[in-house]
C-alpha cells in the first residue's frame, strides 16, 4: 500500500473521500485474463481502451506519475462499466467499483467543459431524481414522436445542426408511445394461495417507455401468489448518478427508496430493470459511511431481488398454455456480470411451452447501451449496437429477449437500423403472454 504522497515525492491525483482505495486498485496482477472479455478492448485492439490499460492508468495518477489529461479521461470514458471484466477476473478486482470511484473523482475535481457540467446537472441532478419531470418530457417526447414533428424534422436539415448530444439523443430515443405505469401506493392482491408480499421497483426509464413490461411483471407475480405493493414515494434507484460518478445526489436518491420500501414491510424487493437490480444490491457501499443509513442500506440490499431470480427461488409455476416462437436471449451486462445471474431468465423461457430458444453467440458482450453510453460515446456504442444486432440476426429467432431497458431501447435501434425484423421483449412479457393464453385457452 501506497501513502498518500508516492516513494517518489509526487502528490496524488486522486483527493477526495470517494477516491480509489488502495485495496482495490493494487488487487490487479496484470495477468490480462480480462482484456478479451472487454467489449473496448475487442473492438479497438488497444491495451489503453482495456480494463487492465485502465487500471494502470488509474494506479499512475493515483501515484502521481500523471494528471488527469484529456487522453486519460478519454480511455476511462469509453469504458461502458458493463463489469464484464470483473466477472471473469481471477484476483476478484472489484473493477465497477473503482471505476464508479474514478467518475466520483471526475466530477469532484471538475474535469468537464462547461456545456457538460450544465447538462449533467440538468440530467443528473434535476430530472433523474424527480419523477413528475420525467414524465412531464417523456408526455413531451410522445407528442413530438405522434404529431409527425418528429417525421418532418428528420426529414429537413435541422437535426445535422444540433449539438451532438441532442442530436445522438433525438436519433436514439425510444418510442414512447405506450401508457406509463405509475407508482401510486397500489396494492395488487395475490392470485391462489399467498405466498408472500414483495414491493416492486418502478424505476425512471422503464416505466414511461416500457410501461407494459412492468404490468406484465405484475401479472406474473401476482399469478404465482404474490402480493405487489407500488409504494408512491419510491423515485430512480440512482444507477445513472453512481455510474456517472455524481455520488452525492446518488445516495439522496438511495435514502429516499430505503425509506420507502423499509415502510412496505415486504418479503422482498422486486426489480425488472438489470441495472437498479445492480445499483440496488449495493446500495449498502454506497452508504456505508452514513451513520444513520449505512445498515438500512445494507437491508435493502439484500431484500432487492431481480424478477428472474425470484421467479425461479420461489418458484413460478410452468405456463400451460405454448407460445409457438424461436426466441434468443441477450445477457444484459448488470444480470449478468455485476449480479452474475444467467441462469434463471434461461430457466423461464425454457419452461414456455412451445418456446424454442436459441442462444445467441457472444450473448454476453455488451450491447453498447451502457446508460447514457449512447449518448458519450455515439460512435463506440453504435459499434457495439451493430455487432450485437448482427448476433442476433445470425440466431434466425424471431424474438430476442432481454433484462433491461436500456439493452432493449439499443437493440431496438440496432436491429432497426440493419432493418432487421426481429422483435425485442423482456422475459417476463413471453412469460405473462403464456399465462394470458392459458386463461383465454
Ligand atoms: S483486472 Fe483481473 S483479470 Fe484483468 S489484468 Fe487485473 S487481475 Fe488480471
Ligand atoms: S467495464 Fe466493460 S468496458 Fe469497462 S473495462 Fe471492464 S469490460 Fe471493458
Redesign the pocket.
Known sequence: MIENTSTAGRISGFTGPDAPTDEDLY????????LNACPTYLETGLEAES??GR?ALMRAVREGRTAITPSVLGHWELCIQCRA?EA????N?P?GRLMEATRTEMVRQGKRTPRERAARSIGYRWLLPDQRRLRAVATGLKLYQRSGLRAAVRASRVLKLMPGGLYQLERAAPSVNGKFFKPRGQTFAARGTRRGRVALLSGCVMPLVDGKTMEAAVRVLTRNGVEVAVPADQGCCAALNTHAGERDRARDMAKRNIDSFLAANVDAVVVASAGCGSTMKEYGGLLKADPAYAKKAEKVGRLTKDIHEFLVELPFDPPKAELKLKVTYQDACHLAQAQRITKAPREILRAIPGLEVIEMAESTICCGAGGTYFLTEPAMSARLGKRKAGNISETGAAIVTTANPGCAIQMKNALRQMGSGVQVKYVVDLLDEAYSKERSG
Do not use: Q
Not at 488487487?27 to 480480462?34: A, D, E, F, I, S
Open positions: 488487487t490487479c496482477v496484470h495477468c490480462g485474463l480480462c480494463p487492465r487500471i471484466c471473469v477476473c481471477p484476483s478486482v473493477y
